[in-house]
Each structure stands twice: as C-alpha cells, then as structure tokens.
C-alpha cells in the first residue's frame, strides 16, 4: 500500500474528510473520542497534517520542542531555556515549551501526539529520561532527540549532561575530608516513573558514605521530604526532630540550602560556627551567602544543547555527540574543618 491520504483515514475511520482535517487543525470542533479515534487511524497509517503551508513544502517547521518536568521558573531550567534560545532565535528557529512532563498522562498525550502531527523539528529533553516506546515513535518520523542533564544518553542523538553523581560524591567527600561524621543529606522524593537526573546526587551521597564506612566510624542518613513547595520547611522539620543535630548538611540543590542556613539559624544553629553545609548550582545568591557548592552552567549546557541540534537537523553527523561535563566544587564560607 502507497502512503496512506486523508481519504484513507477518513474511511478507516467511518468519518468525513473535514472531520479528519478538524481533528488535527481544529480539534476543539471534535469530540474528544471521534478525535482519539481519528489520531489512532492516522498514527497506524503514518498519516499527519502539516500545520502551515511552510511545512507542507519544506517539510519543516522551524519549531523545536523543548520538555521539562517542572516549571521554566526555576534557576536551573530558565537559564537553559536562554541557552537555547542564544543559539536557535538567531538560527530562525521557536521553541515550543512543555511543561509538567513528569506525569504518566503528560508524556503519553505528548509522546502520541506529536509523530502524528510532526509539528516540531527536534525535541530537547531536560534532566530526565524517555523510555524505549518514546524513543521509537520519534525515531519513525526521524525527528533528532537531545538531552540536557539526563540521566543517560541511551535513546537520544546527542546530549550534554552534568555527572549529578559524581559531583554529589566529591560534595560529601569534601564534607568528610573536614572531619564531619554526622552528615545528613535532606532531597526531596523522587518522582514514580521518572528517571530525574537530580536524582542521581542521592546515589552520589549514598556512594561516598559507604565508602567512607570502612575508614571512618561515619553516621550518616538521607531525609528525604515530599515534593513541592513546602519541601524545604518540611526538611527543616525533619532536621530539628533529630536526636542529635548533624554537624554537616549536603544539600540536594542550593534552593534548599540557601533557605535551610536562614531558617536554621532563627533555631540557633549557625554556619560554620555549628556545623558545615554545602550545596549543588551555584545559582543566584549562593554567592551573596557565601555558600559552599558544586558549581553547574545550565546556559552552557542549553546553548550547546542547541547547537548539537541545529547540526542533527541539517543532516551532519556529530563529532562529540554525547558529552559529560564535571561539577566543579567553589569553596566559600559554609564549611569549616570538624571542632566539636
């Protein structure tokens, strides 16, 4: 069989012509279960709609797609949304924004409708994996995929990531090298069905502490507190129920930390007067607190991003498709050498 016209679908699907065309272009005019049922006769023929009269000629739309699992008002995610702004504005390329990809339902409206509406060029994912069905349905449509700070490469055409893992193990290692033995690492819950790369700097933490089990007589402990908004007063809680206060916190990110130190003090623990801490960004303000942190460039990271997928686009083959950048460790004034 030739490839499948909207005559096909429309017949395979019992529907009008018009009501295929809808169905892609205006679906708002369609129920949802005649839409659902279109889409699925469109996607088993590899049957779509281009959404201009650009496309339709070009076959491209100069549109990439870019999926976050949580807000773009984050430090982390709105620095590399400019990234790859720098590079795919100049390049005559809009970025579509999808936001809340870390819910079943999310991915799975994304994932099934965009190889049959092709209305994108790439799709960059940020700091969390796709899983093999993903993979495929974007592979049938040839659309590149790049990941930014993702937990692994497998699947995607290119991507450059920060080692989470091995930046979180430098952290506590360095916490330990000071003499700290009651550490406590504080993070927030990881997402079911979502390989986050965030959580990754766990099994960083987890790693060097048993390996400093054998050397040192080391108490250590993960807290991990609810997701949202409330996750920092919730690792507060947490810290101030312990029997015995830690004399080193690592923390999960600096939009933890930052806060704890403040609200840590009201309740007369003060750094490094009373016990070291140390963050994962070096995001605003981390500097104006003093804050010790691994230091990441998610700009960096977004623009290279952006330029590794312009090349996939235009059909070159990339050197250096999948690169790995090293936390780098800023000493500040939060950590100090064990007195107690």
Known sequence: MGKADIHDVAKAAGVSISTVSRAFTRPELVSEKTRAKVLAVADRFDFN???????LKSGRTNRVALLMNEEITSWFNAEVFAGLE????????????????????NRREFFTNLPIRRNVDAVVVASFAIDPHEVEQLRRIHVPIVGINIPSDEGFDASVSIDDEEGMRKATQHLIGLGHRRIVYPCSEAVK?????????TRGFVRACEEAEGRHDI???????????????S????????????????????????????????????????????????SPYADTLNLTTMRQDPYAMGRKAALKALDLMRGKTLETPHETVEAQLVLRGTDAPYHG
């Not at 923390?251 to 609200?263: E, S």
């Open 193 to 201: 069905n979502l390989d986050a790369s965030i959580d990754a700097r």
């Open 49 to 55: 709609i281009s959404r201009s009269a650009t496309a």
């Open 219 to 233: 108490n250590w402990q993960v807290l991990t507190v609810p997701r949202g908004p409330e996750f920092v007063d």
């Open 235 to 282: 690792a507060l809680a947490a810290l101030l129920a312990l029997d015995d206060f830690p004399d080193a916190i690592c923390c999960q990110m600096d939009m933890m930390a930052i806060p704890l130190m403040v609200k840590l003090e009201r309740y007369g623990h003060r750094t490094p007067r009373d016990y070291s801490i140390i963050g994962f960004d070096d």
């Open 86 to 105: 720098s590079a795919m504005h100049p390049a005559g390329y809009d970025i579509s924004l999808f936001q809340h990809i870390d819910t079943a339902e």
